[in-house]
């Protein structure tokens, strides 16, 4: 099969489209081409292809509503004559249509509840959001019915799909066993707690600060911010804090490697609530313990393999007690950590998702365009 991945809005090497996607296709025996939209020169690497529209929108508008974007990943598409075109944005969901049109399968990877997300989008303002959320909602249900098959990353999103099409396939975005290096030896209790991912109110980032800098333990926060008065408020409030900004997979995992705790305590926004956030898995697959939310489908991983202690995010002692807990036993830290770690290999693991998601792509080639 000749497999088109299209997206205008990630980076080349997305985690999930270019590590995991893409590549598993390629291994599989598949010709794989990824489009992206980042103004460098076109590659190949580990058996994919990726080519460049060489453009990159200037703001968050003109990434939604660049028409010029969405008409050059159109013709390049087509171009390439592919059995699946699978694309990964929202903003592409008319490109999807379009190439629907013309006769070809086409995949819609729907990341996020993007209708959710938007009522949490913090740079948009209040009253704009629900109208937002509800007119997008409705043309994504429009669209998606047009497509082949739809792959979502969560069993919420799959149920959200499943009332609109009857191929919706769950690929989760678990951890490859490839990057993997746990190694016991290398924990300690008096190392630093650490968060991996956006720097948000929603993220519950001045809790995390407050909790480790009450109870007298070190931070590092690895991600960017996206609101400077927050950035501020933390440097200048507690001290036990170090910034390490965005970092690539190899530094993840130097940080993981010598962190005593992964904090995951999202706040119950629409779209979180209800989704697996990667870094928990992450967090799992390094050996360290976790204290997450103590949402139910955080719950059902972190409680059903006794791998962590879940937390009302909002609540300062409660994520004080957690890390408490853990930090000051060391045998009850050592079980949430091995517990943690077996469960990432033997079940939420890429190797189990990718043989899904090659499912998915047999069974749309099968079907008539």
Not at 134 to 153: G, H, K, Q, T
Not at 278 to 285: D, H, N, R, W
């Amino acid at each position: 099969m000749k497999i088109c991945h299209i997206t205008t809005v990630h980076p080349r090497y997305d985690i999930r489209i270019f590590w995991k996607e893409c590549i598993s296709a390629a291994r599989a025996g598949n010709e794989v081409i990824l489009i992206v939209n980042d103004g460098m020169d076109d590659e190949e690497i580990n058996g994919v292809k990726i080519l460049s529209l060489k453009s990159k929108a200037k703001n968050r508008l003109s990434r939604i509503f660049s028409i010029s974007v969405k008409r050059k990943a159109y013709k390049k598409a087509i171009e390439l004559k592919a059995d699946i075109y699978h694309f990964h944005d929202p903003e592409l969901l008319g490109l999807g249509k379009k190439l629907k049109k013309q006769g070809f399968r086409v995949i819609y990877d729907s990341h996020e509840d993007t209708p959710r997300q938007i009522l949490a989008k913090e740079w948009m303002p209040r009253f704009a959001r629900k109208v937002v959320s509800m007119l997008f909602e409705r043309y994504e249900n429009r669209c998606v019915r047009m497509y082949d098959a739809i792959i979502v990353p969560t069993p919420h999103l799959k149920e959200r799909f499943s009332r609109l099409h009857n191929s919706v396939w769950e690929v989760c975005n678990f951890p490859s066993l490839e990057d993997i290096s746990y190694s016991g030896e290398r924990y300690s209790n008096s190392n630093p707690g650490c968060y991996i991912g956006e720097l948000t109110y929603t993220r519950g980032i001045r809790q995390i600060a407050e909790a480790t800098h009450k109870v007298g333990i070190r931070l590092n926060l690895c991600g960017v911010f996206h609101s400077k008065g927050l950035e501020r408020e933390l440097s200048e409030k507690y001290d036990n804090i170090q910034y390490m900004g965005f970092l690539g997979r190899k530094e993840i995992s130097r940080v993981l490697s010598t962190s005593s705790m992964g904090f995951v305590t999202l706040f119950d926004t629409p779209n979180d609530a209800n989704s697996y956030p990667i870094k928990l898995f992450e967090y799992m697959a390094a050996g360290i313990p976790v204290v997450a939310s103590d949402f139910p489908v955080y719950k059902e991983v972190v409680e059903g393999n006794n791998c962590g202690i879940c937390v009302d995010p909002r609540n300062i002692d409660a994520i004080c007690a957690a890390i408490n807990k853990i930090r000051d036993n060391k045998a009850y830290a050592d079980e949430l950590r091995n517990n943690g770690y077996r469960a990432v290999v033997e079940r939420y693991n890429w190797e189990s998702q990718a043989e899904v998601l090659m499912e998915c792509y047999n069974s749309v080639n099968l079907n008539p365009s």
